[in-house]
């Protein structure tokens, strides 16, 4: 059985960078792809059972629905994940062909599947088909990785709002980071000690935020630098001392953090 198979046009440009980390990974893959869902049906007869098949999709109506159908049965005690580039941005409204539990975004797709693997080693069940979006959601939140880490790691965690600095400080202490979380007034870091990472919501953009940005550049000049943006501004992404990151979703977020460590 194999652990992972993939269908869908790998030569894609949009899926380049994704592809070529999964085949560093796993040296195999090549003899587990294939170019659509009715080519796994003809001659992927050994890999029916595989822990985790991928779809690469490049347009909304690339799969038709008899097709999906027959894929999401298939797979129903395994595991499937539809992977979209930006042209499908918009199906979750529009069109009705993947189930939300299915659809992950391109720039998201390499954590959840290294998520998703975590959880089949651990025999934890994958989330159905017929999942809600706040199923996902909360589901995606969860993770079965060991800490990396003993927990001496200190993270400062910046962020006007209240709601959401606790939720990503949640995640992280559950991964191991020792965290602070404080608000973007200046006057609040006074007496934080010097952390390994600086963790700054950059939303919304403006002057309190880039006061609060620069200040903590000033007083802890060794730490690396993390910034979440929803839309992050071309002045961010262009910066090589900031890893910009997306807002949305916070497991994710804590994946990349990890990454660049």
Known sequence: ??????????????????????????????????????AWERIGNNDRSSALTVVLQSWSDEYLPGEVDRLVGATLFTGLLCCY????????RTHRVWPHGTRIPLRYAYQVIQAELRR??????????TAARDEV?????????????????AALLVSPD????????????????????????????????????VVHDLDPHGDVMLE????????????????????????FI????????????????VDQIDSHI
């Open 162 to 197: 209240r709601l959401y600095r606790s939720t990503l400080g949640s995640v992280m202490t559950s991964c191991g980071w020792n965290v602070t979380g404080v608000s973007t007034e200046p006057e609040k870091l006074s007496g934080v000690r010097p952390p390994h990472v």
């Open 85 to 92: 580039g930006a042209w499908c941005e918009g199906d979750g």
């Open 137 to 153: 959601f909360l589901y995606r939140q969860s993770d079965d990785r060991p800490s990396s880490r003993p927990g001496h790691d």
């Open 238 to 253: 262009d910066d090589t001392d900031i890893v910009v990151m997306p807002r949305l979703d916070p497991m994710l977020a």
């Open 120 to 129: 089949i080693k651990s025999e934890r069940p994958m989330l159905p088909p």
């Open 1 to 38: 059985m194999s652990e992972l198979v993939l269908i869908g046009d790998t030569e894609a440009p949009e899926f380049f960078g994704l592809v070529s980390r999964l085949r560093q990974e796993f040296p195999g893959l090549p003899k587990h792809t294939y170019l659509d869902i009715p």
């Open 212 to 235: 609060s940005l620069k200040e903590c550049r000033s007083r802890f000049p060794h730490a690396r630098l993390f910034g979440l943006a929803s839309q992050p501004q071309r002045s």
